[in-house]
């Protein structure tokens, strides 16, 4: 199976849609930080709690949202 065409592209949607495939490792969490706490958003992609991290620093404080 190669990665350089359309159809097979559509054939490893079709197997992780089946769930031959598992991606669920690749849970996504986010991450927003007030801009007041910039510092702690460093903290936690340095320290990539359980690999990838996506971090978003917020300019205002009402804005902050995370999920």
Do not use: H, K
């Not at 690749?26 to 936690?44: K, Q």
């Not at 359980?50 to 404080?61: D, K, Q, R, T, Y």
Request: glycine share 10%.
């Amino acid at each position: 199976m190669a990665l350089d065409g359309g159809c097979e592209v559509l054939e490893i949607i079709a197997m992780i849609g089946a769930g031959v495939i598992d991606l669920s490792f690749l849970e996504r969490r986010r991450f927003a930080f007030a801009l007041s706490e910039v510092n702690e958003a460093f903290e936690l992609v340095g320290s990539r709690p359980g690999g990838f991290v996506n971090a978003v620093v917020l300019p205002s404080e009402n804005s902050l949202v995370t999920a």
